[in-house]
């Protein structure tokens, strides 16, 4: 099946302890991205990636970072979350950005709390 | 740059009613427009796009037109069901990247 995984779907964690949230989708996609989704401001881009080893920020990438070492994976590290990156947490893939046309596909989300 | 704007609030409606969901867009060139659709506890799912001007996407009873001349996408549909409850995306593709509204939450209440 098709399909975007992340990992963990619920993590709470203390103020400065590094995480990792896990990515991965089995579609051969190109593009790959992670969005954050907080009440009343929608979901907005953290970083995206438009291939291995091609990474750039979106709108909101203080305290993130990425990596793209392979095409499927595509983890998201807080390296010290604070409170305000508690928040519910989206990966996404679509074949490429070059076409406008074609679909992004979502994970299914991480729920984070940092205490 | 890109933007897109929803309706603000949430809306509540009876089953069987008339569903309208406003989307405007600011965006150079002719972007994509798309709707997705996030059931409860759920990642978002395309709903519906559309590509070019007058294009009409449609699925599972929604439609929504691409109005150039009034930088729009507005979503319909004729008559909601309890199972339409999920919050809806208006979003346009630009600039490397899915811009998105802020959503809007829809309680169909039986």
């Known amino acids: 099946e098709a399909q975007v995984t992340q990992n963990p779907r619920y993590l709470i964690t203390v103020t400065g302890k590094k995480l990792t949230v896990t990515c991965s989708q089995n579609m051969n996609h190109e593009y790959m991205s992670w969005y954050r989704q907080d009440p009343g401001l929608g979901l907005r881009q953290i970083y995206y990636?438009?291939?291995?080893?091609?990474?750039d920020k979106g709108d909101v990438p203080e305290g993130y970072k990425v990596s793209r070492k392979e095409k499927r994976n595509f983890p998201l590290i807080l390296e010290s979350p604070s409170p305000n990156q508690t928040s519910l947490y989206f990966c996404a893939s679509r074949l490429t950005i070059a076409d406008p046309y074609n679909e992004q596909f979502f994970g299914p989300g991480t729920r984070l709390t940092v205490l | 740059g890109n933007s897109v704007t929803q309706m603000e609030g949430p809306v509540t409606l009876s089953e069987e009613a008339f569903l309208t969901i406003n989307c405007t867009y600011t965006a150079t060139g002719y972007p994509s427009l798309f709707w997705y659709v996030q059931y409860p506890g759920e990642g978002l799912q395309l709903l519906l796009k559309?590509?070019?001007?007058?294009d009409k996407g449609s699925n599972k009873g929604f439609e929504a037109t691409y109005r150039k001349e009034t930088t729009s996408f507005h979503l319909e549909k004729g008559s909601v069901q309890v199972s339409d409850s999920a919050v809806y995306f208006c979003a346009l593709n630009g600039n490397n990247r899915l811009a998105f509204g802020k959503g809007n939450q829809v309680v169909v209440i039986p």
């Open positions: 990636s438009m291939n291995v080893e091609v990474t």
């Open positions: 559309a590509t070019k001007a007058d």
